[in-house]
């Protein structure tokens, strides 16, 4: 799984500790934002479920459509993610039995 800082920008407000990658078993980009340091919730947080996000457009237009704006998304990153996402990768065991689709 990786995990490349950014920053995510909603009105005036900004974090530059966001967080996008890609996790292989979900087969899903995912992207953290706004972290409430009490409560460990995300104000933003896509890309929990099942090939929810599978390609990094996809997230980023889900991200746009809610008025979120990502910078700091560095070219090196955006290949390194790319290339992550087009490695294949097996059903696993949950997917295999059944339990998760």
């Known amino acids: 799984m990786s995990r490349h800082a950014i920053t995510v920008t909603k ?6 500790d ?12 995912f992207l953290q934002a706004f972290l409430d340091q ?6 933003l947080w896509l890309g929990a479920f099942l090939e ?7 997230i980023v237009t889900a991200a ?6 990502l910078s700091g ?17 097996p059903p696993s065991i ?3 039995l059944g339990i998760v689709r």
């Open 64 to 69: 746009r459509t809610q008025g979120y704006e």
């Open 94 to 96: 949950g997917e295999q």
């Open 52 to 58: 929810e996000y599978p390609t990094l457009e996809s």
């Open 11 to 16: 009105g005036e407000k900004s974090d530059p």
């Open 38 to 43: 009490e409560t460990d919730a995300s104000e």
């Open 18 to 29: 966001a967080v996008i990658g890609y996790d292989p078993p979900l087969r899903t980009f």
């Open 73 to 89: 998304l560095e070219q090196n990153t955006i290949l390194s993610l790319i290339k992550e996402a087009s490695t294949p990768t």
